[in-house]
Nanobody
Framework: QVQFVESGGGLVQPGGSLRLSCAAS????????MGWYRQTPGKERELVAV???????TFADSVRGRFTISRNNAKNTVYLQMNSLKPEDTAVYYC????????WGQGTQVTVSS
């Protein structure tokens, strides 16, 4: 089963940008839909963005217009470009297929704070 390693998180001021990367251990071209999820303590993991083979993307209402998602099947990598970040975007971000495979990576922490 394909496993995922997320990177690119960090501390950023409100209004700033970050680009997250997700490296897969195997081919993702067979995976129809890839997603970025996020989780904060005490809350369920939520899906924030999905990209399908062919490039169609959908976003949660809370991030639409600020986040973009892309995938490079040749590099087995998925990206999340996050702009105009808000404190409420603070979370651990994960990538996985949609629907998600069993087993999650370590995630990457994103903290938006002044």
């Amino acid at each position: 089963q394909v496993q995922f390693v997320e990177s690119g998180g960090g501390l950023v001021q409100p209004g700033g940008s970050l680009r997250l990367s997700c490296a897969a251990s195997g081919a993702i071209y067979r995976i129809y839909a890839m997603g970025w999820y996020r989780q904060t303590p005490g809350k369920e993991r939520e899906l924030v963005a999905v990209i399908r083979n062919g490039g169609t993307a959908t976003f949660a209402d809370s991030v639409r217009g600020r986040f973009t998602i892309s995938r490079n099947n040749a590099k087995n990598t998925v990206y999340l470009q996050m702009n105009s970040l808000k404190p409420e975007d603070t979370a651990v971000y994960y990538c996985n297929a949609k629907p998600a495979f069993q087993g999650w990576g370590q995630g990457t922490q994103v903290t938006v704070s002044s």
